[in-house]
Protein backbone atom coordinates (compact mmCIF):
# COMPACT_ATOMS: atom_id res chain seq x y z
CA UNK A 1 0.00 0.00 0.00
CA UNK A 2 1.65 3.07 -1.09
CA UNK A 3 1.67 6.31 1.85
CA UNK A 4 -1.13 8.08 0.16
CA UNK A 5 -3.29 4.59 0.44
CA UNK A 6 -2.28 4.15 3.57
CA UNK A 7 -2.86 7.77 4.63
CA UNK A 8 -6.35 8.05 3.36
CA UNK A 9 -7.17 4.28 5.14
CA UNK A 10 -6.07 5.68 8.20
CA UNK A 11 -8.10 8.61 8.48
CA UNK A 12 -11.51 6.38 7.27
CA UNK A 13 -10.43 4.31 10.13
CA UNK A 14 -9.80 7.04 12.33
CA UNK A 15 -13.31 8.75 11.65
CA UNK A 16 -15.17 5.49 12.90
CA UNK A 17 -13.06 5.53 15.88
CA UNK A 18 -13.91 8.53 16.89
CA UNK A 19 -17.53 8.78 15.81
CA UNK A 20 -17.78 5.49 17.05
CA UNK A 21 -17.66 7.26 21.04
CA UNK A 22 -20.80 8.39 20.48
CA UNK A 23 -22.87 5.60 19.81
CA UNK A 24 -24.46 6.18 16.70
CA UNK A 25 -25.69 3.74 14.01
CA UNK A 26 -22.68 3.13 11.70
CA UNK A 27 -22.87 4.60 8.41
CA UNK A 28 -21.11 2.22 5.76
CA UNK A 29 -20.20 3.18 2.45
CA UNK A 30 -19.89 0.01 0.16
CA UNK A 31 -16.58 0.50 -2.91
CA UNK A 32 -17.29 -1.42 -5.60
CA UNK A 33 -13.53 -1.49 -5.68
CA UNK A 34 -10.72 -3.22 -4.05
CA UNK A 35 -8.40 -1.21 -1.33
CA UNK A 36 -5.71 1.06 -2.73
CA UNK A 37 -7.23 1.65 -5.98
CA UNK A 38 -8.08 5.79 -6.56
CA UNK A 39 -11.80 5.23 -5.98
CA UNK A 40 -11.25 3.49 -2.65
CA UNK A 41 -8.31 6.49 -1.68
CA UNK A 42 -10.96 8.93 -2.73
CA UNK A 43 -13.72 7.27 -0.81
CA UNK A 44 -11.46 7.09 2.34
CA UNK A 45 -11.13 10.74 2.22
CA UNK A 46 -14.57 11.53 1.96
CA UNK A 47 -15.55 9.14 4.53
CA UNK A 48 -13.50 11.24 7.19
CA UNK A 49 -15.19 14.22 6.64
CA UNK A 50 -18.74 12.26 5.87
CA UNK A 51 -18.67 11.31 9.21
CA UNK A 52 -17.55 14.51 11.08
CA UNK A 53 -20.68 16.71 8.76
CA UNK A 54 -22.88 13.81 9.97
CA UNK A 55 -22.02 13.57 13.40
CA UNK A 56 -21.41 9.48 13.21
CA UNK A 57 -19.68 6.74 11.82
CA UNK A 58 -18.74 6.37 8.57
CA UNK A 59 -16.93 3.03 7.24
CA UNK A 60 -15.70 2.38 4.54
CA UNK A 61 -16.64 -1.18 3.08
CA UNK A 62 -14.96 -2.84 -0.01
CA UNK A 63 -16.93 -5.09 -2.37
CA UNK A 64 -15.03 -5.84 -5.08
CA UNK A 65 -15.84 -8.83 -8.42
CA UNK A 66 -18.24 -8.23 -11.35
CA UNK A 67 -16.49 -5.16 -12.37
CA UNK A 68 -18.58 -3.31 -9.84
CA UNK A 69 -21.55 -5.35 -10.07
CA UNK A 70 -21.36 -7.49 -6.33
CA UNK A 71 -20.77 -3.78 -4.40
CA UNK A 72 -23.20 -2.45 -6.44
CA UNK A 73 -26.00 -5.10 -6.04
CA UNK A 74 -24.98 -5.35 -1.80
CA UNK A 75 -26.53 -1.70 -2.28
CA UNK A 76 -29.61 -2.25 -4.25
CA UNK A 77 -30.40 -5.01 -1.84
CA UNK A 78 -30.16 -3.15 1.34
CA UNK A 79 -32.54 -1.16 3.75
CA UNK A 80 -33.48 2.03 2.63
CA UNK A 81 -32.27 3.63 5.30
CA UNK A 82 -29.63 6.08 4.53
CA UNK A 83 -27.11 3.63 6.79
CA UNK A 84 -25.80 1.73 3.62
CA UNK A 85 -24.64 3.83 1.00
CA UNK A 86 -22.48 3.27 -2.62
CA UNK A 87 -19.71 5.50 -3.31
CA UNK A 88 -18.61 4.25 -6.73
CA UNK A 89 -17.28 5.95 -10.36
CA UNK A 90 -18.33 6.31 -13.84
CA UNK A 91 -17.94 2.61 -13.99
CA UNK A 92 -21.94 2.71 -12.39
CA UNK A 93 -23.64 4.11 -15.83
CA UNK A 94 -20.77 2.17 -18.21
CA UNK A 95 -21.71 -1.20 -16.94
CA UNK A 96 -25.71 -1.94 -18.06
CA UNK A 97 -24.12 -1.33 -21.44
CA UNK A 98 -21.74 -3.65 -21.93
CA UNK A 99 -22.52 -6.35 -19.44
CA UNK A 100 -25.71 -8.32 -20.49
CA UNK A 101 -26.41 -9.58 -17.52
CA UNK A 102 -26.78 -6.54 -15.84
CA UNK A 103 -30.42 -5.59 -15.93
CA UNK A 104 -30.13 -1.87 -14.20
CA UNK A 105 -30.90 1.42 -15.47
CA UNK A 106 -28.10 3.47 -13.98
CA UNK A 107 -30.43 6.64 -14.12
CA UNK A 108 -33.65 5.16 -11.97
CA UNK A 109 -31.87 2.04 -9.59
CA UNK A 110 -30.57 3.68 -6.90
CA UNK A 111 -31.01 7.28 -5.30
CA UNK A 112 -28.55 10.03 -5.88
CA UNK A 113 -27.24 11.26 -3.26
CA UNK A 114 -24.60 13.64 -4.62
CA UNK A 115 -21.41 14.09 -6.29
CA UNK A 116 -18.20 14.47 -4.52
CA UNK A 117 -15.36 15.17 -7.20
CA UNK A 118 -14.45 14.94 -10.81
CA UNK A 119 -10.87 14.01 -11.86
CA UNK A 120 -9.51 14.44 -15.36
CA UNK A 121 -7.88 11.02 -17.37
CA UNK A 122 -4.58 11.61 -18.37
CA UNK A 123 -3.55 10.61 -21.91
CA UNK A 124 -0.24 8.54 -21.45
CA UNK A 125 2.44 7.23 -24.05
CA UNK A 126 6.12 5.79 -23.61
CA UNK A 127 8.39 8.20 -23.67
CA UNK A 128 10.28 6.93 -26.16
CA UNK A 129 7.85 7.30 -28.68
CA UNK A 130 8.28 10.19 -31.21
CA UNK A 131 5.73 12.31 -30.38
CA UNK A 132 5.27 15.43 -27.93
CA UNK A 133 1.93 16.86 -27.91
CA UNK A 134 -1.02 15.65 -28.62
CA UNK A 135 -1.63 17.12 -31.62
CA UNK A 136 1.61 15.04 -33.02
CA UNK A 137 0.55 11.61 -31.64
CA UNK A 138 -2.82 12.12 -34.05
CA UNK A 139 -0.71 12.96 -36.54
CA UNK A 140 1.23 9.91 -36.33
CA UNK A 141 -1.54 7.49 -35.22
CA UNK A 142 -3.23 8.78 -39.15
CA UNK A 143 0.03 7.86 -40.90
CA UNK A 144 0.92 4.51 -38.82
CA UNK A 145 -2.64 3.09 -39.10
CA UNK A 146 -3.01 -0.04 -37.30
CA UNK A 147 0.77 0.08 -36.13
CA UNK A 148 0.17 1.51 -32.65
CA UNK A 149 -1.75 -0.11 -29.41
CA UNK A 150 -4.24 1.48 -26.66
CA UNK A 151 -4.55 -0.72 -23.11
CA UNK A 152 -7.02 -0.83 -20.71
CA UNK A 153 -8.63 -2.73 -18.10
CA UNK A 154 -10.17 -5.03 -20.89
CA UNK A 155 -13.47 -4.65 -22.80
CA UNK A 156 -16.38 -2.54 -21.65
CA UNK A 157 -14.04 -0.69 -19.28
CA UNK A 158 -13.74 3.54 -19.13
CA UNK A 159 -10.09 2.63 -20.95
CA UNK A 160 -11.75 0.86 -23.56
CA UNK A 161 -14.62 3.11 -24.43
CA UNK A 162 -12.51 6.53 -23.89
CA UNK A 163 -10.19 4.82 -26.99
CA UNK A 164 -12.73 4.05 -28.65
CA UNK A 165 -14.15 7.37 -28.59
CA UNK A 166 -10.70 8.92 -29.17
CA UNK A 167 -10.26 7.10 -32.73
CA UNK A 168 -13.72 8.35 -33.78
CA UNK A 169 -13.05 11.68 -32.92
CA UNK A 170 -9.82 11.78 -34.75
CA UNK A 171 -9.86 9.43 -37.52
CA UNK A 172 -7.25 7.22 -36.15
CA UNK A 173 -6.93 3.51 -35.92
CA UNK A 174 -5.27 2.01 -33.08
CA UNK A 175 -5.64 -1.50 -31.63
CA UNK A 176 -6.89 -2.19 -28.55
CA UNK A 177 -5.10 -4.42 -25.80
CA UNK A 178 -7.01 -5.52 -22.81
CA UNK A 179 -5.46 -6.07 -19.44
CA UNK A 180 -6.81 -7.22 -16.03
CA UNK A 181 -6.45 -3.34 -14.64
CA UNK A 182 -5.53 0.19 -15.71
CA UNK A 183 -2.35 -0.16 -13.24
CA UNK A 184 -1.06 -3.20 -15.71
CA UNK A 185 -2.25 -1.30 -18.93
CA UNK A 186 -0.20 2.03 -17.70
CA UNK A 187 3.01 -0.19 -16.39
CA UNK A 188 2.91 -1.68 -19.96
CA UNK A 189 2.90 1.64 -21.60
CA UNK A 190 5.96 2.48 -19.62
CA UNK A 191 7.64 -0.58 -20.73
CA UNK A 192 6.72 0.35 -23.98
CA UNK A 193 5.38 -2.93 -24.60
CA UNK A 194 1.79 -0.77 -25.54
CA UNK A 195 1.85 3.22 -27.15
CA UNK A 196 -1.09 4.38 -25.37
CA UNK A 197 -3.23 4.36 -22.27
CA UNK A 198 -5.84 6.40 -20.46
CA UNK A 199 -5.13 6.85 -16.63
CA UNK A 200 -5.37 9.13 -13.67
CA UNK A 201 -2.63 8.05 -11.79
CA UNK A 202 0.26 8.24 -14.59
CA UNK A 203 2.19 10.87 -12.63
CA UNK A 204 5.00 9.60 -10.53
CA UNK A 205 5.90 7.64 -14.20
CA UNK A 206 5.40 11.23 -15.63
CA UNK A 207 7.73 12.68 -13.39
CA UNK A 208 10.17 9.88 -13.89
CA UNK A 209 10.25 10.62 -17.21
CA UNK A 210 9.09 6.45 -17.95
CA UNK A 211 5.80 8.43 -19.94
CA UNK A 212 4.70 11.54 -21.00
CA UNK A 213 1.07 12.84 -20.37
CA UNK A 214 0.18 14.82 -23.34
CA UNK A 215 -3.03 15.95 -22.16
CA UNK A 216 -5.95 15.63 -19.73
CA UNK A 217 -9.85 14.79 -20.15
CA UNK A 218 -12.33 16.70 -18.79
CA UNK A 219 -13.13 20.67 -18.76
CA UNK A 220 -9.96 21.71 -15.98
CA UNK A 221 -6.49 20.67 -15.79
CA UNK A 222 -5.28 18.27 -13.60
CA UNK A 223 -3.39 20.36 -10.14
CA UNK A 224 -0.48 18.39 -10.34
CA UNK A 225 -0.06 18.78 -13.86
CA UNK A 226 -0.71 22.40 -14.46
CA UNK A 227 1.22 22.90 -17.73
CA UNK A 228 -0.40 19.78 -19.22
CA UNK A 229 -3.59 20.60 -21.16
CA UNK A 230 -7.20 19.39 -21.54
CA UNK A 231 -8.18 17.59 -24.64
CA UNK A 232 -10.20 20.86 -25.72
CA UNK A 233 -6.66 23.00 -25.06
CA UNK A 234 -4.77 20.56 -27.30
CA UNK A 235 -7.10 21.24 -29.95
CA UNK A 236 -9.27 17.84 -29.78
CA UNK A 237 -13.00 18.75 -29.47
CA UNK A 238 -15.59 16.25 -27.85
CA UNK A 239 -13.58 14.66 -25.52
CA UNK A 240 -14.13 16.59 -22.36
CA UNK A 241 -15.26 13.59 -20.49
CA UNK A 242 -13.82 12.56 -16.73
CA UNK A 243 -14.75 10.21 -14.11
CA UNK A 244 -15.85 11.06 -11.10
CA UNK A 245 -17.14 9.94 -7.11
CA UNK A 246 -20.10 9.93 -6.38
CA UNK A 247 -22.66 8.33 -3.70
CA UNK A 248 -26.02 6.40 -4.09
CA UNK A 249 -28.56 5.18 -1.90
CA UNK A 250 -31.07 2.18 -2.00
CA UNK A 251 -34.25 3.37 -3.74
CA UNK A 252 -36.84 4.18 -1.71
CA UNK A 253 -34.63 5.98 0.89
CA UNK A 254 -36.57 8.77 2.35
CA UNK A 255 -36.49 12.51 0.91
CA UNK A 256 -35.25 14.12 4.52
CA UNK A 257 -32.70 11.62 4.62
CA UNK A 258 -31.41 11.96 1.47
CA UNK A 259 -31.51 15.78 2.36
CA UNK A 260 -29.48 15.40 5.21
CA UNK A 261 -26.92 13.13 3.43
CA UNK A 262 -26.44 15.32 0.70
CA UNK A 263 -26.13 18.51 3.30
CA UNK A 264 -23.54 16.57 4.93
CA UNK A 265 -21.72 15.63 1.81
CA UNK A 266 -21.87 19.25 0.55
CA UNK A 267 -20.21 20.54 4.14
CA UNK A 268 -17.74 17.12 3.50
CA UNK A 269 -16.29 18.40 0.10
CA UNK A 270 -15.98 22.28 1.91
CA UNK A 271 -13.37 20.95 3.99
CA UNK A 272 -9.85 22.15 3.40
CA UNK A 273 -8.31 19.14 4.67
CA UNK A 274 -10.20 17.44 1.90
CA UNK A 275 -9.26 20.01 -0.64
CA UNK A 276 -5.69 19.85 0.01
CA UNK A 277 -5.81 15.88 0.23
CA UNK A 278 -7.76 15.99 -3.81
CA UNK A 279 -4.97 17.86 -4.96
CA UNK A 280 -2.94 15.04 -4.25
CA UNK A 281 -4.87 12.71 -6.19
CA UNK A 282 -5.51 14.91 -8.99
CA UNK A 283 -9.30 15.13 -8.18
CA UNK A 284 -11.52 18.43 -8.34
CA UNK A 285 -13.96 18.75 -5.53
CA UNK A 286 -17.99 19.19 -6.33
CA UNK A 287 -20.82 20.05 -4.53
CA UNK A 288 -24.62 20.27 -5.26
CA UNK A 289 -27.91 19.04 -5.17
CA UNK A 290 -28.56 15.20 -6.09
CA UNK A 291 -29.61 15.79 -9.35
CA UNK A 292 -26.17 16.55 -10.58
CA UNK A 293 -24.88 13.06 -10.02
CA UNK A 294 -28.01 12.00 -12.14
CA UNK A 295 -27.30 14.15 -14.60
CA UNK A 296 -23.59 12.94 -14.75
CA UNK A 297 -24.97 9.48 -15.31
CA UNK A 298 -27.44 10.39 -18.14
CA UNK A 299 -24.32 12.51 -19.81
CA UNK A 300 -21.94 9.20 -19.48
CA UNK A 301 -24.87 6.78 -20.74
CA UNK A 302 -25.60 9.07 -23.69
CA UNK A 303 -22.10 9.26 -24.80
CA UNK A 304 -20.91 6.06 -24.26
CA UNK A 305 -23.93 3.73 -25.73
CA UNK A 306 -23.22 6.55 -29.35
CA UNK A 307 -19.27 5.24 -28.69
CA UNK A 308 -21.05 1.82 -28.17
CA UNK A 309 -23.03 2.00 -31.27
CA UNK A 310 -20.99 3.04 -33.86
CA UNK A 311 -17.63 1.33 -33.06
CA UNK A 312 -20.09 -2.03 -33.10
CA UNK A 313 -18.56 -3.20 -30.24
CA UNK A 314 -20.23 -6.72 -29.03
CA UNK A 315 -20.04 -7.84 -25.40
CA UNK A 316 -20.95 -11.82 -24.66
Known amino acids: MTHLARRAFL ?55 GGTRIGTSAVFAAKPDGNTLLLTNIAYGILPLVDPSVKYDAATAAA ?45 SGAHLGGELFKALTGTYLVHIPYRSTSSALTEVAAGRIDLT ?41 METASWLGIFAPLGTPAPVIERL ?8 QNEGLKARFRELGMLPRSGPPSLLIDQVRHDTRLYRRVIYEANLKFE
Not at 12 to 31: K, P, Q
Not at 131 to 138: A, G, P, S, W, Y
Not at 262 to 269: F, G, H, P, R, Y
Open 11 to 65: GGVGCFLLSSAGGAEVVRVIVPYGAGGITDIGARVICEQLGQALGQPVIVENRPG
Open 198 to 238: FDATAIELARTGRVRVLAVSGTERDPRMPDVPTVAEAGLKG
Open 262 to 269: NQALNVAV
Open 112 to 156: PVGIASVYPIAMVVNAALPVKTLQEFIDYARKNPGKLTYGSAGPG
